[in-house]
């Protein structure tokens, strides 16, 4: 099997910085993308970044310029860097990562259990 495993989440007033970490472990043979999701109460889960394993990358709009995704290949953990965060950043953050588990060919989709953000204003 396969755990993702989120840390760093927390309380930080508007305009300050929090680094999530994303660290996924079991048999994984390769990992493709992976990706920061985030769900605020009442809204739908949303795409906050992506980074594919050769480290293209993706932002929502409503975090660019202010949040920087990274990954480590070798140690199969992503993080995120969240500087001038904005009261509307508060969430739920989810990690996501497509595996390719040993024995297996395609790829399959695996999530954190969430880590809360909350800005205060």
Known sequence: QVQLVESGGGLVQAGGSLRLSCAASGSIKRINAMAWYRQAPGKQRELVATITSGGNINY???????????????????????NRLKPEDTAVYYCNAGVVRYGFWAAQDYWGQGTQVTVSS
């Open 60 to 82: 929502a709009d409503s975090v660019k310029g202010r949040f920087t995704i990274s990954r480590d290949n070798a140690k199969n953990t992503a993080d995120l860097q969240m």
